[in-house]
């Protein structure tokens, strides 16, 4: 069981890193042929980084939009960040004196992630629109993320497992002591927990996880209003159109 | 009033989103292009039999070329945000105007042909083969979709229909089905130099006309050149702006400024139409032809400024587009915007005090004003974020003593669509338009109630073409929409 689930996390990792890097590069090599920001857009660069990080960190267009989805939205994303940073305290020793300190806020998070994936899970059910959009793929995302915060739930309320183990192993998998890995307690939430989160990190890069990196990169929120000031040709426009000119 | 066999939509006593009604818009689309109109465009003139490889590759070839087409597809978490935006979706209630469906008839294929999940486990995510029904529907539903971009306001990541649209409009056109309205229309610009048709003789009467008009009006005389080397500026304007109503009372208007000016302006005949229609249909190539017209007409009169009259689609491809497809515009005068849109233009005249302007002309008029969707969301005037929203309204002010403004959720940056846009202004398509301005109306309605509202004001020739043809169905007078620069011309004293 260690090995196979060493091994595991070594392709998972690599699919995640790998994919993610992939698909980033892709985004970012494709280029914006014409300017098209929503208006009212900012003006300069620095007004943009702001627009940017209103989306990413207070979900702005989705408040506007709808509050009910900005609300569970927000309880997850929110939570799952505490939920991962309290997570950092496997992977790291000596553990940081801040991640100690978000331990018991980390403890309680579970619970908001819990409520907003219910949320979101209910709505897409309930609410005839979302019901009409949705596909197996949307319900089964939600669902893996409901038994990972679950499963990791139930190893700090319920069931514990025996964590200074688990952190030997996770540090023998992480300096790559090859098939010399510590043994992995052998506890059924564990196992679920380790398994759930191994497919999503391979699903990542193939799924609709992507909206991660793509809010990044989409044009209508990263460009600045600028276009009769500055001249914006895209390299293919200019090799089709205007190489002969110049 | 046409004769139509569908029924306009009720007012609702509260804006409730309606219930779903799978299918009702379920159709042909509007007419589909002749072989004729396909050609000069540099498109197939019918579907080709090998199509479905070609829609393919083309797919293909847009994912590497647009980043908002790439990241669009892959980034939707289906959240639900957008469902409720669409104008098309609240007149029809048909799903599939909702615009994630609407995109997800295009995402169905790309997820099947491009993405391992769908070519492994299509019915888990929803792809799907693109067979002659899917084809179908793209060419149905993505002419169901003014372009508008309020999907996008809403998304939380930006995700804009529009490009869907446009890519999925190219595509079809690439295999042989093309729209007959854009189409045609595209291929008068390209053979007379503007989408009526109208040849320089008829446009040279027409402006004599007017000028003739004006002078009985005002006794004064107000030219309206055409062709005129050496003049400052060119103007270029939508071609209803010619001969339609309301738009022809604010040429006139513009006309007024430019005397009161006292600045020398021309029209162009080879450049005799703002509005792009390549944009509609998503073609860089044609949409960038068509906007050379402007930078040759400028060349060759000689002109040192662009102003752009009321035209929405226009101004967007002129703010946002110009400068990327006809530019650099470094032969034009540096210390004007280029291209300046009229509104800009006049309101510098009101705030220098240069215009001499009596409101009680206007008395008889009590104003809305209606944002047109791509002057809202893809432009902007004046030197600050949002001057799109407040120049016009300020020119409006200025020339009229009675304004108010439509409830807040259906104005600025969340208006809604006339319902005409995008390519859809076309009369086989007159359900469709009158049901999507069922927003609209319905926003009207509330200030015609609660302020005694008389008309509504835009600067955009499809919004006020579309509003002449849908008022009556919702129980208003065809001519309660004006030009904003039908105000401008009633309210100014030349001298």
Sequence with gaps: ?246 | MAKVNFETPAFRPYPLIPALQPDVMKGEGPFVAKPNMQEPLGYPGELLDNWQEVAIAKMGELLKKYRSFRVFLDACVKCGACTDKCHYLLGTADPKNMPVARQDLLRQVYRRYFTWGGKLFPNLVGAQDLTKEVLDDWYNYYHQCSQCRRCSVFCPYGIDTAEISMAAREIMDCVGKGQKYCNEIIGKVYKIGNNLGLPEPALRDTLAGLEEDIKLDTDVDVRLPLNEAGAEILVVTPSADFFAEPHIDGLVGYAKVFHQAGISWTLSSHASEAANFGMFIGSYDNMRRVALRIREAALDLKVKRIVFGECGHAWRVAYSFLNTLAGPFDFLDQRYPIPQHICEFTYDLIQRGALKLDKSANDHRRITFHDSCNVARASRMGNIPGGQFIIPRAIIKATCNYYYDMPADTIHDQTFCCGGGGGLLTDDLMELRVKGALPRMEALKQVVDNYGVTHMAAICAICKSQFTKVLPFYGFRLDQIVSVHQLVSDAIILK
């Design chain 1, 1 to 246: 069981m260690t090995t196979l689930y060493a091994i595991l996390l070594y392709v998972a990792t690599l699919i995640f890193v790998l994919g993610l890097a992939y698909r980033i590069y892709e985004y970012a090599s494709v280029p914006a042929p014409l300017k098209i920001p929503t208006m009212p857009a900012p003006l300069t660069r620095k007004g943009v980084v702001l627009r940017i990080l209103g989306e990413v960190v207070l979900f702005q267009s989705l408040f506007r939009s709808n509050k009910w989805i900005w609300l569970f939205g927000m309880m997850f994303h929110l939570a799952l960040w505490v939920v991962l940073l309290r997570h950092l305290r496997y992977f790291i020793e000596p553990v940081w004196t801040w991640v100690v300190l978000v331990q018991p806020l980390g403890k309680y998070a579970s619970f908001v992630l819990f409520i907003g994936l219910v949320g979101l899970l209910i709505r897409r059910i309930v609410v005839e629109r979302i019901r009409y959009i949705s596909n197996p793929s949307d319900y089964l995302l939600l669902i893996l993320l409901l038994v990972i915060g679950s499963s990791g739930a139930m190893m700090t309320f319920v069931k514990h497992t025996d964590i200074v183990q688990l952190k030997a192993f996770i540090l023998s998998v992480m300096y790559l002591e090859l098939f010399h890995w510590q043994p992995l307690p052998l506890d059924m939430p564990l196992l679920i927990h380790l398994a759930a989160v191994i497919s999503l990190m391979i699903i990542f890069p193939f799924s609709k996880l992507l909206h991660a990196p793509g809010v990044f990169f989409s044009p209508t929120r990263n460009q600045v209003d600028n276009a009769r000031e500055h001249r914006h040709v895209a390299r293919w426009a200019i090799e089709k159109f205007e190489t002969s000119s110049t």
